[in-house]
């Protein structure tokens, strides 16, 4: 038999149990007027008697933390780690933004330092998500917070991010046997850069379960959980609901060959995973036997065979669109509500517009060359919009440090973010010009355009120049032609 709960060193200093406990469901239980504030602390302390002593939680999960740091106040030196989140709505932040949220968050749990915050970008073209790590690991320096992380991200930044110098111990990622994107990139990277995956939604809001085997599918508002809602689409996109039994089907037969639960399958499928860290399994209050069904993943290990099988299933199943976390930023989205309106009601532009004329707008992307040189990122006259030769520069940070690739991704964000101040979109874009330092960077670069402008095929030119900064590989410009919708 092996120990109750298994843990591991998520970071050095930060040991975690492999199962964490996740607190979104408090969120879901205050919207239902079902959450009892005494009863929820006792079934936390239930968790942590049992050795579930991790747990995830948000800013915006309802009173998650404020429920935490009460727990925290009765029972006091349990050694419990605590996993929150800052999740800041899209639009201007500044320092001071990020330190009131740290501190806000730190005044509900009633601690003197986090031990892993885990930072939430909503919009990659705008860099204000960049400028925000750099905010919260001077906070990390300064003791507030113990370990960084990020959750949703996409392994392209992931990668800037770590190749510009912040220091990223774990991505909370939405992996489980219906959402396998981790699979394509993610695990990889995340082994080779020392990064933990945490897993979230492995049950699938528990419809990774004995209760929805055999069943005919649920009608359109037949579920009222947030979670059931959300994981509901991840169904249909990956194949449908009849699919999807052939998939529950599989994992009850290894469950029965084992002697144990579809969840607990489920569960140790993605626990197996070497890059994972941890699997996140939602609390639930007043049901001592979920504890000890949760203990049992930590009481078998799948065979080989059994992998096999249940991998060979998973084939016939459709992959989720895109990267880890592009659910929350490009169609479809795959939310409770099946849009972001649940989270906010408008996306602020990356960069001020400022119009010159009745016919001629511009904007500027802070960058101190613009003042320098009296240009500006890009100008629209018309429905034409020319975006300036663009490096991998926010402010006076070189981003992606020495990897051409981080570069010219985020260089193409900025132009992104450059034409969705104006009026435009990437899909604009009719010619790009790709000057590159080294030439033996070609291909990189090459790729990198590729995977951004497949579908947009414009014209492109790649030359080998000498840039200005020794640190700059990689300079593009763009022109775009809006189109009538």
């Known amino acids: 038999m092996k120990n109750v709960v298994e843990r591991i060193d998520l970071s050095p200093g930060l040991e ?39 747990f995830d939680m948000a800013d915006h999960y309802g009173s998650a933390e404020v429920i935490l740091g009460q727990f925290l106040r009765e029972f006091p030196g349990l050694g419990t780690q ?5 999740v800041p709505k899209p639009g201007p932040i500044t320092r001071e933004d990020t330190r009131s949220a740290i501190q806000r968050s730190l005044e509900r749990l009633g601690v003197d330092s986090i031990d892993l915050l885990q930072f939430h970008a909503w919009n990659y073209a705008d860099p204000i998500w ?10 990390k320096e300064e003791g507030l917070i113990g370990q960084l992380g990020v959750t949703n991200f996409d392994t392209v930044h992931l990668k800037m991010a770590l190749r510009s110098g912040i220091k990223i111990v774990s991505n909370q990622i939405s992996y489980s046997v219906i959402d396998q994107r981790a699979k394509q990139d993610m695990t990889e990277f995340c082994q080779a850069n020392q990064v933990k995956l945490l897993a979230y939604g492995t049950l699938a809001g528990g419809f990774l379960s004995e209760q929805w085997l055999g069943v005919p599918e649920p009608e359109e508002g037949q579920l009222k959980k947030w979670s059931q809602m959300k994981y509901k689409r991840f169904i249909e996109v990956g194949g449908g609901w009849e699919l999807f039994q052939k998939i529950l089907y599989r994992l009850y037969e290894v469950a029965e060959s084992n002697d144990v639960s579809i969840a607990n399958v489920a569960g140790r499928y993605i626990l197996e995973d070497p890059a994972v860290g941890g699997i996140i399994i939602g609390m639930r209050t007043g049901d001592n036997e979920h504890i000890c069904e949760n203990s049992q993943i930590f009481n078998f290990d799948l065979s080989e065979t059994e992998r096999s099988a249940i991998a060979d299933t998973l084939d016939v199943f459709g992959m989720v669109p895109g990267d880890c976390g592009d659910e929350y930023r490009t169609p479809p989205f795959l939310t409770a509500s099946g849009d972001l309106s649940d989270h906010f009601e408008d996306t602020p532009t990356p960069y001020v517009k400022k119009k010159l004329s009745a016919k001629r707008a511009v904007v500027t992307s802070g960058t101190s060359w613009e003042d ?4 500006s990122r890009a100008i629209r006259i018309g429905d034409q919009i020319w975006v300036s030769g663009t490096t991998a520069t926010h402010g006076p940070r070189n981003i992606g440090g020495s990897d051409p690739e981080s570069q010219a991704h985020f260089i193409i964000d900025k132009i992104e973010g450059a034409l969705i101040s104006l009026g435009g979109c990437l899909q604009d874009v009719i010619r790009t010009r790709i000057y590159l330092r080294d030439i033996s960077d070609w291909e990189v670069v090459a790729r990198v355009h590729g995977k951004r402008f497949g579908d947009i095929a414009p014209v492109n030119t790649l030359v080998q120049a000498g840039l200005v900064g020794k640190d700059y590989l990689v300079e593009i410009e763009a022109d775009a032609v809006v189109e009538e919708n």
């Open 16 to 54: 975690i149990s492999r199962v964490l406990t996740g607190l979104w469901q408090i969120a879901d239980m205050e919207r239902l007027g079902s959450l009892d504030t005494k009863e929820a602390i006792e079934a936390i302390n239930g968790y942590v008697e049992s050795g579930f002593t991790t």
């Open 82 to 86: 605590l996993l929150t989140k800052w």
């Open 130 to 139: 960049l400028e925000s790590l750099f905010w919260l690991q001077e906070l």
């Open 372 to 375: 320098i040189g009296g240009y």
